[in-house]
T-cell receptor, first 113, second 114 residues
Framework: DAKTTQPNSMESNEEEPVHLPCNHSTISGTDYIHWYRQLPSQGPEYVIHGLTSNVNNRMASLAIAEDRKSSTLILHRATLRDAAVYYCILRVVRGGGADGLTFGKGTHLIIQP | EAGVAQSPRYKIIEKRQSVAFWCNPISGHATLYWYQQILGQGPKLLIQFQNNGVVDDSQLPKDRFSAERLKGVDSTLKIQPAKLEDSAVYLC????????????FGPGTRLLVL
């Protein structure tokens, strides 16, 4: 399965922007880049996804490198509620439509008040 | 819209006992997934259903784990007999179909095997 590399942890201050990096050098042309986050004692929650172009939604922005070998999740103004583990995942559709997500260990984002 | 429901939320059993977890996906979602999340790790896919058929169970330890989705709606995951290493959070997720790119996760069932 295609793999991603993320820092184990990052720390930021409340109300400041946060840039979470992800490397995926083995990405193939049809792999979508997905980001999920997991708050303490909850199931993962979808954040954003993209293929080639940068994407924006109400939660975050996703910046994708031109060669697609890396991407950055941007939280424009972090709050304490954004403290979570953030997972960068390559969504791969395998034979028969199997598309279960392959999670790594993610980045533990700590927000300081 | 109601989210993915799971029960029980917590379960404590002794090794070699049996346990079952239940999941009710979002209404109308054809695809259902079970994941296992061991403490400190990301979730790992166990099985994927499309309606009531299995799409992927390559990572399901079939000697002790089984899952079913008889009517294409609710699903049950069973462990029999449980081992200490099965202590984990069991997450259920659903999506509307295979082309839907977002999975919606339930709160999980936290299992402790003593």
């Amino acid at each position: 399965d295609a793999k991603t590399t993320q820092p184990n942890s990052m720390e930021s201050n409340e109300e400041e922007p946060v840039h979470l990096p992800c490397n995926h050098s083995t990405i193939s042309g049809t792999d979508y880049i997905h980001w999920y986050r997991q708050l303490p004692s909850q199931g993962p929650e979808y954040v954003i996804h993209g293929l080639t172009s940068n994407v924006n939604n109400r939660m975050a922005s996703l910046a994708i490198a031109e060669d697609r070998k890396s991407s950055t999740l941007i939280l424009h103004r972090a709050t304490l509620r954004d403290a979570a583990v953030y997972y960068c995942i390559l969504r791969v559709v395998r034979g028969g439509g199997a598309d279960g997500l392959t999670f790594g260990k993610g980045t533990h984002l700590i927000i300081q008040p | 819209e109601a989210g993915v429901a799971q029960s029980p939320r917590y379960k404590i059993i002794e090794k070699r006992q049996s346990v079952a977890f239940w999941c009710n996906p979002i209404s109308g979602h054809a695809t259902l997934y079970w994941y296992q999340q061991i403490l400190g790790q990301g979730p790992k896919l166990l099985i994927q259903f499309q309606n009531n058929g299995v799409v992927d169970d390559s990572q399901l330890p079939k000697d002790r784990f089984s899952a079913e989705r008889l009517k294409g709606v609710d699903s049950t995951l069973k462990i029999q007999p449980a081992k200490l290493e099965d202590s984990a959070v069991y997450l259920c997720a659903s999506s509307s179909d295979r082309t839907e790119e977002t999975q919606y996760f339930g709160p999980g069932t936290r299992l402790l095997v003593l």
